[in-house]
């Protein structure tokens, strides 16, 4: 069984660039989410994509959008980068319905830093 | 809405003595609740988590955590520290929806130090 896995590890951009973030969820999931862990806080919810739709959104600005692909991948884009977005992004897997959905499997994240 | 606080940012405990790491939740519904353990440079890996059913639960490496409506709490748990339990803890909670999918909120997280 695959884990979740994500890429690129480290990303350095500039303020005002864009980025893409990418997310394989764990085998047979079909649910993902994704986070922003800032330093020495907890994850916050950016949003979740169930079955190639979004399914629930956090409390971020339209530049922060997603995709999930039919093999239930998942990107996160970022917009006109700010030196505030700089973060651990985690992607978090689960199966999409019922009591296992609450089971959410996270990826190692994606470090990125704006300067 | 559903919120998390996790009381105290820092513990320290001796290698062997009881870890108690706490968490208390808000939320308007009866709530689903998670600990999770983020070590260096890492992701999260699931502990243990309450649904529903029994209140105390068990989870990996001798963590448990009892949920307690009354205290609105659920405090992590392990009678004896060891040195690899040195890591990032955080709890969160979600609401069950009636469609699919959930979304989590974390508490800020609480650094537990082994003084070997």
């Known amino acids: 069984e695959t884990g979740v896995t994500q890429s690129p590890t480290h990303l350095i951009k500039t303020r005002g660039q864009q980025v893409t973030l990418r997310c394989s969820s764990q085998?047979?999931?079909?649910?993902v989410s994704w986070y922003q862990q800032a330093l020495g806080q907890g994850p916050q919810f950016i949003f979740q994509?169930?079955?190639?739709?979004?399914?629930g959104r956090g409390n971020f600005p339209p530049r922060f959008s997603g995709l999930q692909f039919p093999n239930y991948s998942s990107e996160l884009n970022v917009n006109a980068l700010e030196l505030d977005d700089s973060a651990l992004y985690l992607c978090?897997?689960?199966?999409?319905?019922?009591?296992?959905?609450?089971?959410?499997?996270f990826g190692p994240g994606t470090r990125l830093t704006v300067t | 809405a559903q919120s998390v606080t996790q009381l105290g940012s820092h513990v320290s405990v001796s290698e062997g003595a009881l870890v108690l790491l706490r968490c208390n939740y808000s939320?308007?519904?009866?709530?689903?609740l998670f600990w999770y353990v983020q070590y260096p440079n890492q992701g999260l890996q699931l502990l243990l988590k309450y649904t529903t059913g029994a209140t105390l639960v068990k989870g990996i490496n001798g963590f448990e955590a009892e949920f307690k409506k009354s205290e609105t709490s659920f405090h992590l748990t392990k009678p004896s520290a060891h040195m690899s339990d040195a890591a990032e803890y955080f709890c969160?909670?979600?609401?069950?929806?009636?469609?699919?999918?959930?979304?989590?909120?974390f508490g800020t997280g609480t650094s537990l130090t082994v003084i070997p």
């Open positions: 978090a897997s689960s199966l999409g319905a019922g009591a296992s959905s609450y089971e959410q499997y």
């Open positions: 969160a909670v979600t609401r069950p929806r009636t469609n699919t999918g959930n979304q989590f909120y």
């Open positions: 994509y169930y079955r190639e739709e979004e399914n």
């Open positions: 085998s047979g999931h079909n649910t």
């Open positions: 939320s308007s519904v009866p709530p689903y």
